[in-house]
């Protein structure tokens, strides 16, 4: 199957500074990752989906000068938190697809739990 | 359009009983329905999918029924066991393309021993 991971699992930080989660397709070359956002007892929330080598599609209401979204190769995406507050304390969920199997099905990270103090 | 509507919210099956899980959709452009399983702390796994050519897809212990004119689905869970006891969320999505996935609000399905 395929797989993806997502680094770190956990982080804890301090209000104001910056934190960046990886996201990985490990047996596969993910043309598209997505990143979502869920909170305690509800559903995914899409914040972006990004493709290899291009900028990444912010959905509304998702600040793109906070959630700084990076696809530099197409096994790789990273999400960074800037500045990052209490309030951004959320489960975010990475998901990479491919255009090589049929059909384009999602394959979801293990999620990283990030809490802010 | 965008929205798929799933109910119930919650769910409490005894074991060995049938959980059934039921969801709507509104736009007819999607093709492709997927049931993702999602355990506390952990990013949903795809369960079973289905597409709108057919009326049911069974894997082991799960079964999809679709209703196309009535833009309907649902899962259903036999012999439901205690380690089903998850979240499930409903989608749905276009097939070839690598577009947004549409989630339904999830149902906690609780299974009793």
């Known amino acids: 199957g395929a797989v993806v991971s997502q680094h770190p699992s956990r982080v804890i930080c301090k209000s104001g500074t910056s934190v960046k989660i990886e996201c990985r397709s490990l047996?596969?070359?993910?043309?598209?990752m997505f990143w979502y956002r869920q909170f305690p007892k509800k559903s995914l929330m899409l914040m972006a989906t990004?493709?290899?080598?291009?900028?990444?599609?912010?959905e509304q209401g998702v600040e793109k000068d906070k959630f700084l979204i990076n696809h530099a190769s197409l096994t790789l995406s990273t999400l960074t938190v800037t500045s990052a507050h209490p309030e951004d304390s959320s489960f975010y969920i990475c998901?990479?697809?491919?255009?090589?199997?049929?059909?384009?099905?999602?394959?979801f990270g293990p999620g990283t739990r990030l809490t802010v103090l | 359009q965008q929205q798929v509507k799933q109910s119930p919210q919650s769910l409490i099956v005894q074991k060995g009983g049938i959980s059934i899980i039921n969801c709507a959709y509104e736009?007819?452009?999607?093709?492709?329905f997927p049931w993702y399983q999602q355990f506390p702390g952990k990013g949903p796994a795809l369960l079973i999918a289905?597409?709108?050519?057919?009326s049911e897809k069974k894997e082991g212990r799960f079964t999809i029924s679709f209703n196309k004119s009535a833009k309907q689905f649902s899962l259903h869970i036999m012999d439901s066991q205690p380690g089903d006891s998850a979240t499930y969320f409903c989608?749905?999505?276009?097939?070839?393309?690598?577009?947004?996935?549409?989630f339904g609000s999830g149902t906690r399905l609780s299974i009793r021993p």
């Open positions: 998901s990479a697809s491919t255009s090589d199997r049929t059909p384009d099905t999602q394959y």
């Open positions: 047996d596969f070359q993910a043309t598209t």
């Open positions: 990004s493709n290899e080598g291009s900028k990444a599609t912010y």
């Open positions: 736009n007819t452009a999607f093709d492709y």
């Open positions: 289905i597409r709108p050519d057919v």
């Open positions: 989608a749905a999505d276009r097939y070839s393309s690598a577009s947004k996935i549409i």
